[in-house]
C-alpha cells in the first residue's frame, strides 16, 4: 500500500533554512510513511526551487499569502493525511512514529514549540507558546498540522489569509486537535532581530485583535 502522508511547506525565499527543514524529514521516508513533499511558493527569487526540484518535491506557486500557499499545496497533494510544516520548523527525531500512532488515532494533531536559541527568553516565549496551545487550542503554523484530508475538507480548508490561517484553522477544528509528545524547532531569527519580549509582545497584541474581528490583511502591516 502507498505511503499514506503528504508534506505541505510554504516558502519564500526559504533557501537559507529549507536543507535542515528537509533532512529531519528523510526519517519518514525511510520509515515508509511519506507519500510525497509539496513545496507552495509564493514567488522566492533565491535557490528555494532548486532544492525542491533536487529532492523531486512537487512545486507549486502562486501570490505571497500563506493561507492562499497552503491551500495550493493541499490542493495539489494526494495523501489521505498532509503534515504541514514551515520552512524554518525542524521536525525532531522519532516524530514518524509520533505522527504515525496520531493517525492511528484519526485526530488532528501538532508539536510541542521549541527554538534553535539557548537561554531563559526562548525557553520562556515558547512556554507560553505551548500552555496558549493546551489551554486554549491555538497552536501556531511553526509547531506543524498533521490533519486527514476528510477532516481537512469538512473544515473548509485553509483560508486565503497573509495571517493567522494557522489560528482559523485551530479554531475550526476546535477540540479534536490535540497535542502531540514532541517539540519541533523553529527559528529565533524574527525574535533575535526584535527582541524576544517585544516580538512575543506584538504576537500576543495581534492574536488579541484578530480574535476581537481584526482584519488579517490590515494585521499583516504589524507583523
Given at each position: 500500500m502507498?505511503?499514506?502522508?503528504?508534506?505541505?511547506?510554504?516558502t519564500l525565499d526559504a533557501a537559507a533554512a529549507l536543507p535542515r527543514t528537509l533532512g529531519a524529514l528523510m526519517e519518514g521516508l525511510e520509515a515508509g510513511l511519506v507519500r510525497e513533499l509539496i513545496i507552495s511558493d509564493g514567488g522566492s527569487g533565491d535557490a528555494t526551487r532548486a532544492m525542491a526540484e533536487e529532492v523531486g518535491a512537487i512545486w507549486t506557486s502562486g501570490a505571497p499569502s500563506?493561507?492562499?500557499?497552503?491551500?495550493?499545496?493541499?490542493?495539489?497533494?494526494?495523501g489521505a493525511w498532509v503534515l504541514v510544516l514551515h520552512a524554518d520548523t525542524v521536525l525532531p527525531e522519532g516524530w514518524s512514529g509520533v505522527v504515525e500512532r496520531q493517525i492511528s488515532r484519526g485526530r488532528p494533531g501538532y508539536f510541542l514549540l521549541g527554538f534553535d536559541a539557548e537561554g531563559l527568553a526562548p525557553k520562556v516565549v515558547a512556554g507560553w507558546a505551548n500552555l496558549r496551545s493546551r489551554v486554549f487550542g491555538l497552536p501556531y503554523g511553526d509547531q506543524g498540522l498533521l490533519i486527514s484530508r476528510a477532516e481537512y475538507n469538512a473544515v473548509g480548508g485553509y483560508v486565503d489569509a497573509p495571517l493567522m490561517e494557522d489560528?482559523?484553522?485551530?479554531?475550526?477544528?476546535?477540540?479534536?486537535?490535540?497535542?502531540?509528545?514532541?517539540?519541533?524547532?523553529?527559528?529565533?531569527?524574527?525574535?533575535?532581530?526584535?527582541?524576544w519580549m517585544r516580538r512575543g509582545g506584538r504576537n500576543l497584541l495581534l492574536l488579541m485583535r484578530y480574535l476581537c474581528g481584526a482584519d488579517p490583511e490590515r494585521l499583516r502591516a504589524r507583523y
Open positions: 502507498r505511503a499514506e502522508l503528504s508534506v505541505v511547506i510554504p500563506r493561507g492562499g500557499q497552503l491551500r495550493r499545496g493541499v490542493d495539489a497533494s494526494a489560528v482559523a484553522m485551530a479554531r475550526a477544528l476546535g477540540a479534536r486537535l490535540e497535542a502531540m509528545p514532541l517539540r519541533v524547532r523553529t527559528s529565533a531569527a524574527r525574535y533575535i532581530q526584535d527582541g
